[in-house]
Protein backbone atom coordinates (compact mmCIF):
# COMPACT_ATOMS: atom_id res chain seq x y z
CA UNK A 1 0.00 0.00 0.00
CA UNK A 2 2.66 2.80 0.88
CA UNK A 3 4.42 1.73 -1.71
CA UNK A 4 1.78 2.15 -4.46
CA UNK A 5 1.21 5.09 -2.56
CA UNK A 6 5.18 6.54 -3.28
CA UNK A 7 4.61 5.80 -6.72
CA UNK A 8 1.70 7.62 -7.44
CA UNK A 9 3.52 10.45 -5.63
CA UNK A 10 6.63 10.27 -7.40
CA UNK A 11 4.57 9.64 -11.14
CA UNK A 12 2.67 12.80 -10.10
CA UNK A 13 5.54 14.94 -9.16
CA UNK A 14 7.15 13.49 -12.58
CA UNK A 15 4.05 15.04 -14.47
CA UNK A 16 4.09 18.13 -12.32
CA UNK A 17 8.29 18.48 -13.75
CA UNK A 18 7.27 18.04 -17.33
CA UNK A 19 4.46 20.51 -17.63
CA UNK A 20 6.48 22.95 -16.16
CA UNK A 21 9.65 22.32 -18.09
CA UNK A 22 6.92 22.15 -21.28
CA UNK A 23 5.37 25.56 -20.10
CA UNK A 24 8.81 27.17 -19.98
CA UNK A 25 9.94 26.37 -23.76
CA UNK A 26 6.24 27.26 -24.95
CA UNK A 27 6.95 30.90 -22.85
CA UNK A 28 10.56 30.90 -24.42
CA UNK A 29 9.54 30.36 -28.02
CA UNK A 30 6.82 32.53 -27.96
CA UNK A 31 8.90 35.64 -27.40
CA UNK A 32 10.95 36.87 -30.04
CA UNK A 33 12.74 39.76 -31.58
CA UNK A 34 11.83 41.37 -34.37
CA UNK A 35 14.43 44.45 -35.22
CA UNK A 36 13.46 48.09 -35.65
CA UNK A 37 14.50 51.81 -36.50
CA UNK A 38 14.66 54.11 -33.59
CA UNK A 39 14.67 57.61 -33.72
CA UNK A 40 15.60 59.46 -31.03
CA UNK A 41 14.20 63.19 -30.37
CA UNK A 42 17.68 65.93 -30.50
CA UNK A 43 16.15 66.80 -26.63
CA UNK A 44 17.24 63.29 -25.39
CA UNK A 45 19.87 63.21 -22.93
CA UNK A 46 20.65 60.13 -21.37
CA UNK A 47 22.69 62.07 -18.26
CA UNK A 48 19.17 63.40 -16.99
CA UNK A 49 16.51 62.44 -14.87
CA UNK A 50 13.95 63.06 -18.19
CA UNK A 51 11.57 60.52 -19.08
CA UNK A 52 10.43 60.32 -22.71
CA UNK A 53 7.63 58.98 -24.71
CA UNK A 54 7.43 56.43 -27.20
CA UNK A 55 5.48 56.15 -30.29
CA UNK A 56 5.67 52.32 -31.66
CA UNK A 57 4.82 52.68 -35.00
CA UNK A 58 3.33 49.65 -37.50
CA UNK A 59 4.06 49.38 -40.98
CA UNK A 60 1.99 47.45 -43.41
CA UNK A 61 2.12 44.61 -45.32
CA UNK A 62 4.43 45.40 -48.47
CA UNK A 63 7.84 46.33 -46.30
CA UNK A 64 7.66 42.69 -44.42
CA UNK A 65 10.77 41.01 -44.36
CA UNK A 66 14.00 41.28 -43.93
CA UNK A 67 15.19 43.94 -45.16
CA UNK A 68 14.45 46.86 -42.22
CA UNK A 69 15.22 49.66 -45.18
CA UNK A 70 11.85 48.59 -46.85
CA UNK A 71 10.12 50.07 -43.58
CA UNK A 72 11.46 53.32 -44.67
CA UNK A 73 8.97 53.31 -47.80
CA UNK A 74 6.09 55.37 -46.56
CA UNK A 75 4.34 56.36 -43.79
CA UNK A 76 6.21 57.76 -40.43
CA UNK A 77 9.91 56.39 -40.66
CA UNK A 78 9.34 57.91 -44.31
CA UNK A 79 8.81 61.73 -42.84
CA UNK A 80 11.74 61.21 -39.95
CA UNK A 81 13.71 60.40 -42.74
CA UNK A 82 13.28 63.47 -44.53
CA UNK A 83 13.43 65.97 -41.29
CA UNK A 84 10.66 65.77 -39.38
CA UNK A 85 10.89 66.27 -35.61
CA UNK A 86 9.20 64.62 -33.12
CA UNK A 87 9.48 64.92 -29.46
CA UNK A 88 9.14 61.46 -28.66
CA UNK A 89 11.37 58.15 -29.16
CA UNK A 90 9.60 56.78 -32.41
CA UNK A 91 10.07 52.99 -32.78
CA UNK A 92 9.35 51.38 -36.22
CA UNK A 93 9.58 47.57 -35.42
CA UNK A 94 9.59 44.83 -39.42
CA UNK A 95 6.92 42.56 -39.19
CA UNK A 96 8.83 39.19 -40.95
CA UNK A 97 6.99 37.96 -44.13
CA UNK A 98 3.99 35.75 -44.12
CA UNK A 99 2.84 36.88 -40.56
CA UNK A 100 0.78 39.63 -38.99
CA UNK A 101 1.75 41.73 -35.96
CA UNK A 102 0.01 39.05 -33.34
CA UNK A 103 1.21 36.51 -34.88
CA UNK A 104 4.60 36.36 -32.25
CA UNK A 105 5.21 37.89 -28.87
CA UNK A 106 7.71 40.63 -29.91
CA UNK A 107 6.08 43.45 -28.31
CA UNK A 108 7.14 42.22 -24.31
CA UNK A 109 11.41 41.53 -26.00
CA UNK A 110 10.67 44.81 -27.67
CA UNK A 111 9.97 46.91 -24.25
CA UNK A 112 12.45 45.12 -22.51
CA UNK A 113 14.90 46.14 -24.88
CA UNK A 114 13.57 49.88 -24.99
CA UNK A 115 13.52 49.85 -21.16
CA UNK A 116 17.29 48.93 -20.61
CA UNK A 117 18.68 51.13 -23.81
CA UNK A 118 16.37 54.35 -23.32
CA UNK A 119 14.83 56.71 -20.18
CA UNK A 120 11.46 55.58 -21.25
CA UNK A 121 8.00 56.49 -19.30
CA UNK A 122 5.90 53.45 -19.55
CA UNK A 123 2.58 55.56 -18.66
CA UNK A 124 3.19 57.40 -22.18
CA UNK A 125 3.73 54.57 -24.68
CA UNK A 126 1.65 55.17 -28.09
CA UNK A 127 0.92 52.68 -30.62
CA UNK A 128 -0.29 53.47 -34.40
CA UNK A 129 -0.14 51.66 -37.63
CA UNK A 130 -1.66 51.61 -41.12
CA UNK A 131 -3.15 48.95 -43.15
CA UNK A 132 -1.72 45.35 -41.70
CA UNK A 133 -0.30 47.79 -39.00
CA UNK A 134 -3.82 49.05 -38.28
CA UNK A 135 -5.45 45.76 -37.91
CA UNK A 136 -2.09 45.18 -35.77
CA UNK A 137 -2.91 48.52 -33.58
CA UNK A 138 -6.51 47.46 -32.61
CA UNK A 139 -5.15 43.65 -32.07
CA UNK A 140 -1.99 44.77 -29.71
CA UNK A 141 -4.05 47.01 -27.72
CA UNK A 142 -6.88 44.54 -27.07
CA UNK A 143 -4.16 41.70 -25.95
CA UNK A 144 -2.13 44.26 -23.66
CA UNK A 145 -5.77 46.45 -22.52
CA UNK A 146 -3.40 48.72 -20.01
CA UNK A 147 0.21 48.81 -21.74
CA UNK A 148 -0.36 52.16 -23.96
CA UNK A 149 -1.90 55.64 -23.34
CA UNK A 150 -3.57 55.75 -26.59
CA UNK A 151 -4.00 54.51 -29.66
CA UNK A 152 -4.56 55.60 -33.77
CA UNK A 153 -5.03 52.71 -36.36
CA UNK A 154 -5.32 53.83 -40.06
CA UNK A 155 -7.00 51.94 -42.73
CA UNK A 156 -7.47 48.62 -40.56
CA UNK A 157 -10.07 46.55 -38.71
CA UNK A 158 -10.44 43.72 -35.80
CA UNK A 159 -12.86 41.93 -33.87
CA UNK A 160 -15.99 44.15 -32.18
CA UNK A 161 -16.07 42.06 -28.56
CA UNK A 162 -12.69 43.47 -28.13
CA UNK A 163 -14.20 46.85 -27.24
CA UNK A 164 -14.91 46.12 -23.25
CA UNK A 165 -10.91 45.67 -23.80
CA UNK A 166 -10.37 49.01 -25.55
CA UNK A 167 -12.99 51.37 -24.40
CA UNK A 168 -11.15 52.62 -21.69
CA UNK A 169 -7.82 53.94 -24.51
CA UNK A 170 -8.41 56.85 -26.75
CA UNK A 171 -8.36 55.81 -29.77
CA UNK A 172 -8.27 57.51 -32.85
CA UNK A 173 -9.60 56.12 -35.91
CA UNK A 174 -8.57 57.22 -39.43
CA UNK A 175 -10.06 55.52 -42.70
CA UNK A 176 -10.61 56.58 -46.20
CA UNK A 177 -14.14 56.29 -47.71
CA UNK A 178 -13.20 54.79 -51.33
CA UNK A 179 -10.55 52.11 -49.84
CA UNK A 180 -10.58 49.17 -52.03
CA UNK A 181 -8.39 47.09 -49.99
CA UNK A 182 -9.80 47.80 -46.67
CA UNK A 183 -13.28 48.81 -46.49
CA UNK A 184 -14.14 51.56 -44.06
CA UNK A 185 -17.43 49.39 -42.66
CA UNK A 186 -14.22 47.51 -41.02
CA UNK A 187 -13.71 51.02 -38.44
CA UNK A 188 -17.36 51.71 -38.95
CA UNK A 189 -17.59 48.34 -37.27
CA UNK A 190 -14.95 49.00 -34.49
CA UNK A 191 -16.21 52.79 -33.62
CA UNK A 192 -19.73 51.62 -33.33
CA UNK A 193 -18.95 49.12 -30.62
CA UNK A 194 -16.71 50.91 -28.58
CA UNK A 195 -19.51 53.82 -28.48
CA UNK A 196 -21.93 50.88 -27.27
CA UNK A 197 -19.45 51.45 -24.15
CA UNK A 198 -20.09 55.29 -23.66
CA UNK A 199 -16.97 55.13 -24.60
CA UNK A 200 -15.31 58.71 -26.08
CA UNK A 201 -13.66 58.20 -29.23
CA UNK A 202 -12.02 60.07 -32.22
CA UNK A 203 -12.91 59.37 -35.87
CA UNK A 204 -11.38 60.92 -39.30
CA UNK A 205 -13.70 59.08 -41.80
CA UNK A 206 -11.96 60.47 -44.98
CA UNK A 207 -15.05 60.92 -48.09
CA UNK A 208 -11.97 61.46 -50.54
CA UNK A 209 -9.41 59.02 -49.65
CA UNK A 210 -8.50 55.95 -50.24
CA UNK A 211 -6.10 53.18 -48.68
CA UNK A 212 -3.30 55.43 -49.11
CA UNK A 213 -3.47 57.37 -45.81
CA UNK A 214 0.47 57.83 -45.21
CA UNK A 215 0.30 61.51 -44.66
CA UNK A 216 -1.50 61.73 -41.61
CA UNK A 217 1.79 60.82 -40.22
CA UNK A 218 3.15 64.28 -41.73
CA UNK A 219 0.49 66.26 -39.94
CA UNK A 220 1.70 67.37 -36.50
CA UNK A 221 -2.38 67.16 -34.99
CA UNK A 222 -1.75 63.77 -34.58
CA UNK A 223 1.33 63.48 -32.34
CA UNK A 224 -0.60 67.02 -30.55
CA UNK A 225 -3.70 64.59 -29.41
CA UNK A 226 -1.31 61.66 -28.42
CA UNK A 227 0.68 63.63 -25.96
CA UNK A 228 -2.16 64.71 -23.80
CA UNK A 229 -2.61 61.35 -22.87
CA UNK A 230 -1.08 59.12 -19.88
CA UNK A 231 -1.88 55.27 -19.44
CA UNK A 232 -4.80 55.41 -17.62
CA UNK A 233 -6.24 51.87 -15.31
CA UNK A 234 -8.84 49.53 -17.01
CA UNK A 235 -11.30 50.20 -14.31
CA UNK A 236 -10.75 54.08 -13.89
CA UNK A 237 -13.44 55.21 -11.07
CA UNK A 238 -12.51 58.74 -10.69
CA UNK A 239 -13.61 60.73 -14.10
CA UNK A 240 -12.45 63.39 -13.06
CA UNK A 241 -9.19 62.44 -13.06
CA UNK A 242 -9.33 61.38 -16.76
CA UNK A 243 -8.37 63.68 -19.24
CA UNK A 244 -11.60 64.22 -21.59
CA UNK A 245 -11.37 62.87 -25.06
CA UNK A 246 -13.77 64.31 -28.00
CA UNK A 247 -16.60 62.29 -28.85
CA UNK A 248 -17.32 60.75 -32.09
CA UNK A 249 -16.71 63.16 -34.65
CA UNK A 250 -15.98 62.58 -39.06
CA UNK A 251 -13.97 65.17 -39.95
CA UNK A 252 -12.42 65.04 -42.84
CA UNK A 253 -8.00 65.84 -42.76
CA UNK A 254 -6.96 67.74 -45.62
CA UNK A 255 -3.12 65.98 -46.56
CA UNK A 256 -1.42 68.12 -48.65
CA UNK A 257 0.75 66.93 -51.46
CA UNK A 258 4.53 66.66 -51.25
CA UNK A 259 6.31 69.94 -52.82
CA UNK A 260 9.28 68.17 -54.62
CA UNK A 261 9.85 65.40 -57.07
CA UNK A 262 12.16 63.58 -54.89
CA UNK A 263 9.01 62.62 -52.29
CA UNK A 264 7.22 61.68 -55.50
CA UNK A 265 9.82 58.60 -56.02
CA UNK A 266 8.46 57.17 -53.04
CA UNK A 267 5.08 57.21 -53.14
CA UNK A 268 3.03 54.15 -51.67
CA UNK A 269 1.30 53.20 -54.14
CA UNK A 270 4.99 52.64 -55.78
CA UNK A 271 5.86 50.14 -53.38
CA UNK A 272 2.82 48.16 -54.00
CA UNK A 273 -0.63 47.50 -51.50
CA UNK A 274 -0.21 48.48 -47.68
Not at 135 to 140: A, D, I, K, N, S
Not at 183 to 188: A, H, Q, Y
Request: glycine letters at 6%; proline letters at 5%.
Amino acid sequence: MKMSFLKFNLCLLLFLVVAVVELSAQSSENKVRYNYLTYIPASYDSTKSDLYPVIIYLHGRSVSGSNLNRVRTYGLPFFLDRGKKLDFIVIAPQCPWGKNWASENWMDTLMTELNTQYRVDNDRIYLTGMSLGGFGTWELANRYPNRFAAIAPLCGGGKTEWAENLFHIPIWVFHGVQDRLVPVLRSDQMVNAIKEHDSLIKYSRLSAKGHDLHRVYDDNELYTWLSQFTRRPLNEEDENSVKPIEKIQLAGLDLATPGTEALKLFEPHKAGSF
